[in-house]
């Protein structure tokens, strides 16, 4: 079966830009979690979303980050006046509700400000 | 907060030998989960194997196995006969118990930079 999208693949922008990144979750799938991952770093937790309402958003690194979720399932991020330290690769997640929870990602974005 | 520590950037191994990777945690809670993800160059996460921290007994995958220590907060993952395909970034993730907000987020490691020497 599908798993779970994320588009673009690959983002260029100009600091300054605004830009927006797209996760389409696996169908079914009530919980999503978008993860930031720069060089050499392990991944950090950005926002959380149970359905479409957002009970952790702890992560988000500042008020230049926004995100949505649509109909319990597409969720995109937001990323106004981008700046270079914003450039990184974008992992997107999303889990059933059960015990485990396992988290099943997509193949990132990676946005790269220039 | 949670806090998961991998000290091993890089590691090598043998094809067909065996290699521990090393991760420590720190908690203050008794009821959580640890995860072993493995990132290839495709960036696409796989989850390795995963323990929860109520089990004893270590978990188990195949050729993958963990030795948990929860009173020394230690979790390592043990690859046996390695094989080329096993090359990757591993990390090792801490989740906490589910909360009444549902499953919580994931807290990584710095991952460690697996080779494998044919």
């Known amino acids: 079966g599908a798993g779970v999208s994320q588009s673009p693949s690959n983002k260029v922008t100009e600091k300054g830009k605004d830009v927006e990144l797209r996760c389409d979750p696996i169908s079914g799938h009530t919980a999503l979690y978008w993860y930031r991952q720069s060089l050499g770093q392990g991944l950090e937790f950005l926002i959380y979303?149970?359905?479409?309402?957002?009970?952790?958003k702890s992560g988000l690194p500042s008020d230049r980050f926004s995100a949505e979720r649509t109909g319990g399932s597409v969720s995109t991020l937001t990323i106004q006046r981008t700046q270079q330290e914003d450039s990184a690769v974008y992992l997107c997640?999303?889990?059933?509700?059960?015990?485990?929870?396992?988290?099943?990602f997509g193949p990132g974005t990676r946005l790269t400000v220039t | 907060a949670q806090t998961v520590t991998q000290s091993q950037p890089e590691m090598s191994v043998q094809e067909a030998e065996t290699v521990t990777l090393s991760c420590t945690y720190d908690t203050s809670e008794s009821d959580y989960y640890l995860f072993w993800y493995k990132q290839p160059p495709s960036r696409q996460m796989i989850l390795v194997i995963r323990q929860e921290a109520y089990k004893q007994q270590n978990a188990t995958e195949n050729r993958f196995s963990v030795n948990f220590q929860k009173a020394a907060k230690s979790f390592s993952l043990k690859i046996s006969d390695s094989q080329l395909g096993d090359a990757a970034m591993y990390f090792c993730a801490y989740r906490s118990a589910p909360s009444n907000f549902g499953n919580e987020k994931l807290t990584f490691g710095t991952g460690t930079r697996l080779t494998i020497i044919p």
């Open positions: 997640a999303s889990s059933i509700d059960d015990q485990f929870g396992e988290q099943y």
């Open positions: 979303f149970q359905g479409n309402s957002a009970p952790d």
